[in-house]
C-alpha cells in the first residue's frame, strides 16, 4: 500500500542554522499535508499542498511539493526553539478516505 | 470555544480490562478519527467515520471498537484482545469527508495498562 516516508527520523539543530527535512511517498499524491507536534502535545496542521511543484511559505518555514508529486521538503531557516518538536507529513491513501502519516522528524535545538 | 476534547488525559487500567476513550468535537465536523501513537512512530489509524451511525477500518484495528451514534462523539473502547495497549491515543476530526480537508486532533489520552 501507499507509504509515506519521513527523513531525518531525528535532527539536532544550532540555534540560527538552517535545516530541511524531507517526506517520500511511494506513489503519487493528490495532496500533501504538513503536521507539527510539540513536546506533550498534539499534532497541529501547518499547511496543504496540491498543485505540482507548489512552494509555500510561511514566515521561517518553506515548504516545497515535487513536480511529480511524490515528495515534498520543509525548510526552516533561522532555527528557533520554538521550532522544536516533531514534524509530520501526511498524504491520502490511494482508494479511501484517509491520511497516511510519515514517522515524523523530531527537531532539537541547541541554544 | 470549538474544538476536540478528550478525557481522561491519563488513564491507568489493568491488563485484562477493557477501557472506553472519550472523544467530543463542538465543530460540527462529518468525520472523525481515532490514532495511535508509539514512540518513533508516526500516527496509525485505526478507525475512522465518515458521517453518523458509519465506520471504517483503519490499519490496526483489532482489539479496538468505535461507535457514532451522534456526530459529536466518537468514542473509543479499547478490549483486552488488544495485545499492546499502552499508548498516546489521539481523536482527530475534519469537516467532510474528503481527504483533502485537514485535521483537527485532540490533546489526547495516554493510556498505561499495568
Known amino acids: 500500500g501507499q507509504q509515506v516516508m519521513q527523513i531525518p527520523q531525528y535532527q539536532h539543530v544550532q540555534e540560527g542554522e538552517d535545516f530541511t527535512t524531507y517526506c517520500n511517498s511511494s506513489?503519487?499524491?493528490?495532496?500533501i499535508q504538513w503536521y507539527k507536534q510539540r513536546p506533550g502535545g498534539h499534532p497541529v496542521f501547518l499547511i496543504q499542498?496540491?498543485?505540482?511543484?507548489e512552494v509555500k511559505k510561511q514566515k521561517r518555514l518553506t515548504f516545497q511539493f515535487g513536480e511529480a508529486k511524490k515528495n515534498s521538503s520543509l525548510h526552516i531557516t533561522a532555527t528557533q526553539t520554538t521550532d522544536v518538536g516533531t514534524y509530520f507529513c501526511a498524504g491520502p491513501t490511494s482508494n479511501d478516505y484517509k491520511l497516511s502519516f510519515g514517522a515524523g522528524t523530531t527537531v532539537t535545538v541547541r541554544a | 470555544d470549538g474544538g476536540i476534547t478528550q478525557s481522561p488525559k491519563y488513564l491507568f487500567r489493568k491488563e485484562g480490562q477493557n477501557v472506553t476513550l472519550s472523544c467530543e468535537q463542538n465543530?460540527?465536523?462529518?468525520?472523525m478519527y481515532w490514532y495511535r501513537q508509539d514512540p518513533g512512530q508516526g500516527l496509525r489509524l485505526i478507525y475512522y467515520s465518515q458521517i453518523v451511525n458509519d465506520f471504517q477500518k483503519g490499519d490496526i484495528a483489532e482489539g479496538y471498537s468505535v461507535s457514532r451514534e451522534k456526530k459529536e462523539s466518537f468514542p473509543l473502547t479499547v478490549t483486552s484482545a488488544q495485545k499492546n495497549p499502552t499508548a498516546f491515543y489521539l481523536c482527530?476530526?475534519?469537516?467532510?469527508?474528503?481527504?483533502?480537508?485537514?485535521?483537527?486532533f485532540g490533546p489526547g489520552t495516554r493510556l498505561t495498562v499495568l
Open positions: 506513489t503519487t499524491l493528490s495532496n
Open positions: 465543530l460540527n465536523h462529518d468525520a
Open positions: 499542498l496540491v498543485k505540482s511543484g
Open positions: 482527530a476530526s475534519s469537516i467532510g469527508v474528503e481527504v483533502t480537508s485537514e485535521q483537527f
